[in-house]
């Protein structure tokens, strides 16, 4: 259960490493639960984070989807997403958190990281079942990256490095893309928008408002997003605002009026009308559901 006098915790890599890093934490799963308890509760990270099971039970939810926990299961999370967790019994596996800063030195390509279909924010791309001899190689990875962090020496940090992309690349070759292809991510203008979105949801919920940034025609770009995202483009921009409603509103120490406020809706009564359609559930309805869950 959330504590209602509490606002959900933004959490950040030196608060939960015991490798004494800003921008890298390496942990053996159970060696990470016992030492923060508290992350049951709905949190977000600063950073980029990832889970692999290998052995307990229970379920986990990403931006309010709920996945029950699977042996080989693995799961990617980036900045600002928000989590739970609901385990049973005794939990063993690997937890990875880096900040988007931690491949800049390394990489030419600063989006680099966007390459990877698990790493693109969107929940259903993120959760992967990965099979017996596919798990093995990841596990064998991950042992690896254990054995690294507790070395020293000022080759360590690109060892690490080249570890952890090891692990994206085995995981992007040898699973197969069942949410969907990495068109979006290899389409200039579609991946554009996607960022557009995400830096400028607030202020601007029109497709022409993008269309103008991105030097293209509203149709041209409905017809992208249908193609490469298969919804049109307001679909795409009213999916983010309404991800970002549920975020605030499980923020106990806001009510529903400062969270439309925040989101630049004209009035409480406007924000909840939209919440309504495209959430079938009232803005109080979904927090206290939340709250009691």
Request: glycine letters at 6%; one cysteine or more; charged letters at 25%.
């Amino acid at each position: 259960m959330l504590n209602r006098h509490t606002a959900i915790p933004r959490l950040d890599i030196c608060t939960l490493s015991d490798y004494k890093e800003d921008d890298l934490m390496i942990s053996r799963l159970s060696d990470y639960l016992r030492d923060h308890q508290n992350l049951i509760f709905p949190h977000r990270h600063s950073f980029y984070h990832l889970v692999f099971f290998t052995d307990g039970e229970g379920r986990h939810t990403i931006d309010f989807q709920s996945f029950d926990v699977k042996r080989n299961q693995i799961y990617f999370m980036v900045p600002g997403q928000v989590h739970a967790w609901h385990f049973e019994g005794e939990m063993k596996g690997f937890v990875i958190n880096f900040s988007g800063t931690f491949f800049q030195s390394f990489l030419l390509r600063p989006d680099y990281l966007e390459s990877f279909s698990f790493l693109d924010g969107v929940t259903e791309d993120a959760v992967l079942n990965l099979d017996n001899a596919l798990a093995g190689d990841v596990k064998g990875l991950f042992e690896a990256l254990i054995t690294q962090s507790e070395r020293d020496g000022n080759m360590q940090i690109d060892m690490i490095r080249l570890i952890l992309l090891q692990i994206f690349i085995t995981i992007e070759q040898g699973h197969p893309h069942s949410s969907r292809l990495l068109v979006p991510l290899q389409n200039a203008v579609v991946r554009s928008f996607l960022k557009l979105i995400e830096a400028h949801f607030v202020n601007k919920r029109l497709p022409g408002d993008y269309a103008e940034l991105l030097n293209v025609s509203p149709n041209h770009l409905n017809a992208l997003a249908k193609e490469h995202l298969g919804k049109q483009a307001g679909e795409v921009i009213r999916e983010r605002v309404l991800l970002e409603a549920k975020r605030l509103l499980i923020m106990p120490e806001l009510t529903v009026a400062e969270v439309a406020y925040r989101l630049n809706f004209n009035d409480n009564s406007y924000f909840t009308r939209f919440f309504r359609k495209y959430a079938g559930i009232t803005p109080e309805a979904f927090r206290l559901n939340s709250i009691s869950n």
